[in-house]
């Protein structure tokens, strides 16, 4: 099976005087069928040409996945009330994040070993080909979860809120957002930033 190849369509970017001449520009077109057609093709050759080795590419992911540790779980770090965590359970493609109180310091009643699991990424991800839960953090006080999630691949995030005494998600979920989420002081609103879908930069 031949390469395929991309044609040449010259572009011109002229900036600050400059020229700039473009051959795939045209790539850059997301809704152009030629542009899907031409991917295609290329995962087409790529799968006819790597298909010697996918016997020893499955033997290789299962000798060093058979290396790790399936269920294991991360080191505790104090935050507030709680100690926060994350674990990963065999057979699960994603991490569990949890807390438990601690005793006293004004944590809620009930055992100081209680877990809470405060988001299963596993359950973010279901009916998704693609996940990526990249900012979780809590309010102060501990009652809120905002986490950030991707589930296309191209670092669209999504912002979901999370009412962590009920469980509850609210309803509201902000679209075309970086990763990046702070909290106010008070624990009653936080910040983020937009970005441009077409762009991924954040404008404000």
């Known amino acids: ?18 020229v700039r001449v473009d051959d795939y520009h045209w790539l850059r077109e997301r809704d152009n069928p030629e542009v899907k057609a031409y991917l295609e093709a290329e995962n087409a050759y790529l799968r006819e040409v790597a298909s010697a080795t996918a016997a020893f590419e499955e033997r290789l992911f299962d000798e060093i996945k058979g290396r790790i540790e399936q269920t294991d779980m991360s080191a505790p770090y104090r935050e507030g009330a709680y100690r926060y965590y994350r674990r990963y359970e065999e057979g699960r493609e994603y991490e569990i994040h949890c807390r438990r109180p601690l ?4 944590a809620p009643r009930g055992a ?18 693609f996940c990526q839960v ?12 905002a986490y950030a999630v991707d589930t296309v691949g ?11 005494a009920t469980g509850e998600e609210r309803p509201d979920v902000i679209a075309d957002v970086t990763s990046n989420i702070a909290w106010a002081a008070d624990g009653e609103a936080f910040f983020y930033a937009r970005h441009d879908p077409t762009t991924l930069r954040p404008y404000r």
């Open 103 to 106: 005793a006293g310091a004004g």
């Open 134 to 145: 990249a900012s979780r953090p809590v309010s102060p006080g501990g009652r809120l979860l």
């Open 1 to 18: 099976m031949p390469p395929p190849r991309a044609p040449q369509r010259p572009h011109r970017h002229e900036k600050h005087g400059d």
């Open 154 to 164: 191209r670092r669209q995030y999504a912002i979901r809120v999370r009412d962590l």
């Open 112 to 129: 100081a070993d209680d877990e809470q699991v405060i988001l299963d990424v596993n359950r973010v991800a279901a009916g998704h080909e």
